[in-house]
């Protein structure tokens, strides 16, 4: 038995149409469809369905956040599976897996999650944390998808962000105790793993299941603004971090990144408006 939770609003409201293909990807076998938004208690919803049923999340990297989230502390015994529903499943990307390829299982990748901690607020996370222009793109998204359903170009609204829009901050970044400061800040992200931004490879380096559980914190600062904007298009095949003299990137288990002004920061997508600082742990500091 197939348990399919969909989340009807990924994909620009087209969550339900996305999970229904897979009636021919998993032609022959029993498939329930349910909404995530009906599930209120997920320890309840996996005691009822027991543990031989197996379950395809479909969605995209918010979505995958959310059920991360909810069955962090509960010791699933079923399969998981993910179906790419979203707009840009950098989950998928950092995978290198194509969301035609159907379901994979992703048990492996809901364990040992790092977690961020902004205003007290403790939240797991599954591809990273943006904070920048990032944040900036999330929030203007936001925005639009409030009056419009047509897909959102990011890298036009990044492009409007680094030619005026977004101001640079000044930050202080914080690795394992050892604190750094840095000048007119573009981005200052921590990566879980590569991808985030619909398909900027942010962290070329970072590798999601790296034995030490180590984090990635990218720092983009202290350029003019047409060289920023010349080299910004490299993140997206992760060529930004020969650019040693403006992007630097750090590896440790606590990240501390504090602006001088607050701005929009993403979880996984999900924007978090008017931050001032976030610290993001490893997983190993919590055993």
Not at 16 to 36: F, N, R
Not at 67 to 93: R, S
Not at 176 to 203: E, H
Request: glycine share 10%.
């Amino acid at each position: 038995m197939y348990y399919v939770l969909y989340n009807p609003k990924a994909g620009s409201n087209t969550g339900e149409a996305t999970a229904k293909k897979l009636d021919a990807i998993l032609k022959g076998e029993e498939i329930k469809y349910q909404s995530v938004l009906e599930i209120k208690d997920y320890a309840k919803f996996f005691s009822e369905i027991g543990t031989e049923s197996k379950v395809v999340l479909v969605g995209g990297d918010g979505s995958l956040c959310h059920f991360a989230n909810d069955i962090h502390d509960l010791a699933v015994k079923n399969d998981i599976f993910f179906y790419a529903g979203g707009t840009g499943n950098d989950f998928l990307n950092d995978l290198e897996v194509k969301s035609d390829n159907g379901p994979i299982q992703i048990n492996k990748y809901l364990v040992d999650l790092p977690h961020v901690i902004i205003n007290g607020e403790k939240t797991y996370f599954v591809n990273g944390i943006g904070y920048g222009i990032d944040g900036y793109c999330c929030e203007v998204a936001d925005q639009i998808h409030a009056t419009s359903d047509k897909p959102v170009n990011y890298t036009a609204i990044a492009i409007k962000g680094l030619l005026g829009k977004f101001k640079p901050r000044n930050a202080t970044v914080t690795v394992d105790g050892k604190t750094q400061s840095f000048k007119k800040v573009w981005l200052a992200p921590t990566m879980n793993g590569r991808y985030y931004g619909g398909g900027m490879n942010c962290a070329p380096g970072q590798d999601r299941l790296n034995k030490d559980r180590k984090l990635s914190c990218v720092v983009m600062h202290n350029a003019l603004k047409l060289y920023t904007l010349m080299v910004f298009p490299s993140i997206f095949k992760g060529e930004h971090i020969k650019h040693t003299k403006m992007v630097h990137v750090f590896e440790g288990y606590d990240i501390k990144v504090e602006f001088d002004k607050p701005c929009a920061l993403q979880i996984d997508g999900e924007t978090v408006l008017n931050v001032k600082s976030y610290e993001a742990r490893s997983c190993k500091l919590e055993k």
